[in-house]
C-alpha cells in the first residue's frame, strides 16, 4: 500500500460510545484516511470494537493494543512515531467532526507552508449549535497552541521537532512548549475556522493532587526554557504612518509568537486603518482596544484600570521597538 494523504491517530481508553460516534464520523467525512487507533489496555467492550472497526476497514486502519495503561502523550507520541503521511491528524475518541471539518486546514497548508499546527473551531459538546451546521466563516488566525481534542501536524514538522514532551503535564503546558518548539524551527500555530468540531474532556487518570503537582513542574519547566510570560500594553499614535504601523505589528507579532500578550490601544481614525490592514486578526495574543472618537481620554484611563486590575504586572509601552527579548528564532 502506497503511503496515505493523511494518518488520523486515535488514542482510545474505554469510552466506548464515544468511540464509537467518534470512529464513525471520522470514517464517514474522511474517506480517504487511514487510521492509527491506539489502545490504551481498554476494557473488552472497547477492546471488540476496535478490533471489528479496523477488520472493517482493512489497510486502512492499524490497530496498537497496550497491556497496561500508558500516560497519554507517551501513547500519542507512539502513533506519530508510526505515521508516515505528509499530514497528520490527532483526535481523542470523545471528539465529533462534521462534514468538511478537515478541508480547511488541508487548505490553508497550500497557502502557507509554515502552518505546521492547525487547530480546528472546537466547540465544547453541550453549548448548544446544532451538531455540523454551524460554519464560521473567519479569516484563520496565529494561536498561541494546539489542542489535544483535534489537531493537525505536518509531517515534516514533526521529523524535525520531534514528539511532544513526555515529562509535562499532558495539557497546557505540554502544547505551549510543542508550539514553542515548532516555532524555533520556523513553523506556527493556527486556529482555522470551517464546520464545528464537538469535544469533551476526558477523565483524568491521576489523583487531583498528583495533577496540580505535575502542573507546577511543567510550569517550571516552561519557564526555564522559554522564560515568563509578559503583558504589555501599547497606544498605538493617531499620527502613524502604513509603513510605520506594518513595523509595529510585525515585531509585536514576532513577540507574540515567543507567547507575550499584547494589548493596542487605538484611536478610533486609528482602529479603522488596523482593522483594514488586517492587524487585529494577526495572534490571539494580540487584541486591539477601540478608543471612542469622542471622550477618548476617559476611555483609557478606565481601559488601562481594567488591563492593570487584570494583570498587576503588565508593562507599558509607547511603541514596539521598546521591546527587550529576543524576537528571532535562535
Request: with cysteine.
Amino acid at each position: 500500500m502506497n503511503p496515505p494523504a493523511i494518518d488520523i491517530i486515535v488514542p482510545v481508553w474505554n469510552r466506548p460510545e464515544e468511540t464509537r460516534h467518534c470512529l464513525a464520523n471520522l470514517a464517514e467525512h474522511t474517506p480517504n484516511a487511514r487510521f492509527i487507533l491506539l489502545d490504551n489496555a481498554s476494557e473488552r467492550e472497547t477492546e471488540i470494537l476496535l478490533q471489528e472497526f479496523a477488520e472493517a476497514l482493512g489497510d486502512r486502519a492499524l490497530l496498537f493494543r497496550n497491556d497496561k495503561i500508558e500516560e497519554f502523550v507517551a501513547l500519542v507520541n507512539k502513533g506519530l512515531a508510526r505515521s508516515e503521511a505528509p499530514v497528520l491528524a490527532l483526535v481523542k475518541n470523545t471528539t465529533l467532526v462534521g462534514k468538511r471539518w478537515l478541508e480547511p486546514m488541508l487548505e490553508l497548508v497550500s497557502r502557507r507552508p509554515d502552518a505546521g499546527l492547525m487547530v480546528p473551531r472546537l466547540v465544547a459538546k453541550g453549548v448548544g449549535i446544532p451538531f455540523g451546521r454551524k460554519v464560521s466563516t473567519s479569516p484563520p488566525i496565529e494561536i498561541t497552541h494546539a489542542d489535544f481534542a483535534a489537531v493537525l501536524i505536518l509531517k515534516r514538522l514533526h521529523d524535525r521537532v520531534g514528539g511532544f514532551d513526555e515529562g509535562l503535564d499532558g495539557a497546557l503546558w505540554c502544547l505551549k512548549d510543542y508550539s514553542r518548539r515548532a516555532w524555533k524551527e520556523g513553523f506556527v500555530t493556527v486556529s482555522v475556522p470551517g464546520a464545528a468540531v464537538f469535544h469533551e474532556e476526558e477523565i483524568p487518570l491521576s489523583s487531583q493532587i498528583r495533577r496540580e503537582e505535575r502542573v507546577r513542574e511543567s510550569v517550571a519547566t516552561y519557564v526555564r526554557r522559554w522564560g515568563r510570560d509578559l503583558s504589555y500594553c501599547l497606544d498605538m499614535p493617531a499620527d502613524i504612518d502604513p509603513d510605520g504601523m506594518r513595523q509595529e505589528f510585525e515585531t509585536l507579532l514576532g513577540s507574540a509568537r515567543l507567547g507575550h500578550h499584547f494589548t493596542v490601544i487605538a484611536h478610533a481614525k486609528t482602529y479603522g486603518k488596523i482593522v483594514r490592514a488586517g492587524y487585529d486578526l494577526l495572534h490571539e495574543n494580540i487584541v486591539v482596544e477601540r478608543l471612542p472618537l469622542f471622550f477618548a481620554s476617559g476611555a483609557a484611563t478606565r481601559l488601562l484600570a481594567r488591563l492593570r486590575k487584570d494583570s498587576s504586572d503588565i508593562r507599558m509601552i509607547k511603541h514596539a521597538g521598546e521591546l527587550f527579548f529576543c524576537q528571532e528564532r535562535s
